[in-house]
């Protein structure tokens, strides 16, 4: 399947201070990436959808001047967490759609860990 | 999307066939039934996924009713790495493909 990769796998940053999360698709090209949030012992939130040139759409509730997300690339997606604080401490993860493959399944990063101090 | 419902635990013992059961009795037309899972602390994986036929890939095969209104995952020999917390998901592929998380179910695969 698919390779999707995210950078960092964690990070652990002071509270204000702000934090990007990359996310690649390694061997095909996204149009298309989603960005979920997941609390211990919760299942995955959607937050995001991730478009290539055009501005994310972001799920009901999820502030979007706090969690910027940028596709400038058709293999690159970031989430950058602003003024971070403790309850955004979570488990992030991306996923992107191959828009070549003939299901609609997609494909996960590894998440990236993030505690705020 | 249709709603799904799945037992929130099951245990298996290594070697043997674990059979995950998944109701989507909302289910359109249109919509597939995806597999993912989940191991501890990493992103979900993909499984499998199906319309109407019966399908079958090198990690597990997927049954559906014939009246779509549910499905079983078969791990057909489970192993101990297969722990995870499986979700069954129905999804049309509108919305911008967008995809529901449940709370799913924990299969703990037993030595």
């Known amino acids: 399947g698919a390779v999707v990769s995210q950078h960092p796998s964690w990070v652990i940053c002071k509270s204000g201070t702000s934090v990007k999360i990359e996310c690649r698709s390694l061997?095909?090209?996204?149009?298309?990436m989603f960005w979920y949030r997941q609390f211990p012992k919760q299942s995955l939130m959607l937050m995001a959808t991730?478009?290539?040139?055009?501005?994310?759409?972001?799920e009901q509730g999820v502030e979007k001047d706090k969690f910027l997300i940028n596709h400038a690339s058709l293999t690159l997606s970031t989430l950058t967490v602003t003024s971070a604080h403790p309850e955004d401490s979570s488990f992030y993860i991306c996923s992107a759609r191959d828009p070549l493959a003939v299901g609609y399944e997609q494909y996960f990063g590894p998440g990236t860990r993030l505690t705020v101090t | 999307d249709a709603k799904t419902t799945q037992p929130t635990s099951m245990d298996c013992a290594e070697g043997r066939a674990a059979n995950l059961p998944c109701n989507h009795s909302?289910?359109?037309?249109?919509?597939?039934v995806y597999w993912y899972r989940q191991i501890h602390s990493q992103g979900p994986q993909y499984i499998i996924h199906?319309?109407?036929n019966n399908e079958t890939n090198e990690m597990a095969s997927l049954i559906i009713t014939e009246d779509r209104k549910s499905s079983t995952l078969i791990l057909p020999h489970a192993t101990l790495r297969d722990t995870a917390v499986y979700y069954c998901?129905?999804?049309?592929?509108?919305?911008?493909?967008?995809?529901?998380f449940g709370k799913g179910t924990l299969l703990t695969v037993n030595p």
């Open positions: 061997d095909f090209q996204a149009t298309t």
């Open positions: 909302t289910i359109s037309g249109n919509e597939y």
């Open positions: 998901i129905v999804n049309s592929g509108g919305s911008n493909y967008k995809l529901t």
């Open positions: 991730s478009n290539e040139g055009s501005k994310a759409t972001y």
């Open positions: 199906g319309l109407k």
